[in-house]
């Protein structure tokens, strides 16, 4: 199938896979992983979709479907290995190409309705960034009488202070300084604190049950723990290149775990896609052109942005 026009996001991961950060790659590439637009055509089989339709594309678009992990919506997690959106070798060895286009052809049952109440100017950040913190916040059980600090007030985390309070969560932002923190008190933030000033890591010890780590630059994965009630969870979501290291006795005398989460499955990916429907949610962006994405790439890079640029497609004419 077919679809067109609508908002693209640009994520890190787009800089990185283009620069060639993270490994060799085979150019040319086209990369965007957070694909927002409206079905133009669709092939004969096709049955959840019609042409018209308001629909977004994530982060994977193929996998074995016939592996557990599969079968049981976590395509993510595919034993056979994901086939990502960009970047991925295609069963007949093609190299995939993202949403940097003006269309794309994707596999139907990867393909999520998008709701027509979010705004297509707004919306396509959600397909990574939002189903990356809605997934472990539903995994670990965030909701009413849990207490869930963010770490990290970029595109991920603002999203992910978004939807855990919407959850019905309290909700703390652990940030390295305080410069955004009127915005993370609007986005539903029920405290605030500086990483930067010790006597944060003092004052919360032992307090949260989930955290959920953002950040993907080097942190002392130890003071973080120490920050876990009994039995919380301290979740990896950012890709932090050198191997983290933390006191075991902090993680034994507690009961407490260190726990990595990808995004999500498509079943999971279009629950948080009505989710943020019916709680009214979007990412907060800046919308640009395609002449701009040069200019914004060193923004992303700068932390220069919030939160996240979302590219018009219909300047990718
Ligand atoms: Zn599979």
Redesign the pocket.
């Known amino acids: 199938m077919i679809e067109r026009s609508g908002g693209r996001a640009t994520a890190a991961a787009d800089i990185h896979t283009v620069r060639g950060d993270w490994g060799p790659i085979t150019y040319p590439q086209v990369v965007g992983h957070e694909i927002v637009g409206r079905v133009a055509q669709v092939g004969s089989a096709v049955t959840k979709h019609q042409v018209g339709d308001r629909v977004g594309v994530g982060c994977e678009s193929g ?9 049981k919506g976590q ?1 993510v997690y ?5 086939l990502q959106t960009y970047n991925g070798v295609d069963a007949d060895g093609t190299i995939t190409q993202g949403g940097y286009s003006q269309t794309t052809v994707v596999n139907e049952d990867f393909v999520l309705k998008v709701p027509e109440s979010l705004d297509p100017a707004r919306v396509a950040p959600l397909l990574c960034a939002g189903v990356t913190l809605y997934s472990p916040l539903k995994h670990w059980k965030a909701g009413p009488g849990t207490k869930v600090a963010v770490i990290g007030m970029g595109g991920l985390g603002h999203v992910g202070v978004k939807i855990a309070h919407a959850m019905g969560a309290e909700v703390t932002v652990l940030s390295r300084t305080l410069s955004k923190q009127d915005d993370g008190l609007a986005f539903g933030a029920d405290r605030y604190y500086a990483t930067a000033d010790p006597a944060t890591f003092e004052k919360l010890a032992g307090t949260f049950d989930l955290i959920l780590n953002t950040v993907s630059a080097g942190l002392d994965h130890s003071q973080y723990v120490n920050l876990l009630a009994v039995d919380g969870t301290l979740v990896i979501l950012g890709a932090p290149t050198a191997p983290i290291s933390v006191d075991a006795m902090s993680l034994v005398a507690f009961r407490r775990s260190i726990a990595g989460s990808a995004n999500g499955g498509i079943p999971d990916t279009q629950e948080m896609l009505d989710f943020c429907a019916e709680h009214s949610i979007l990412p907060e962006t800046e919308l640009i052109s395609a002449s701009q994405i040069n200019d914004a790439y060193e923004r992303v890079l700068a932390s220069d942005v919030r939160y996240r640029f979302v590219i018009d497609a219909k300047t990718f004419a």
């Open positions: 996998s074995c479907g016939e592996c557990e992990q599969c079968k395509e595919c034993l056979k290995g994901n």
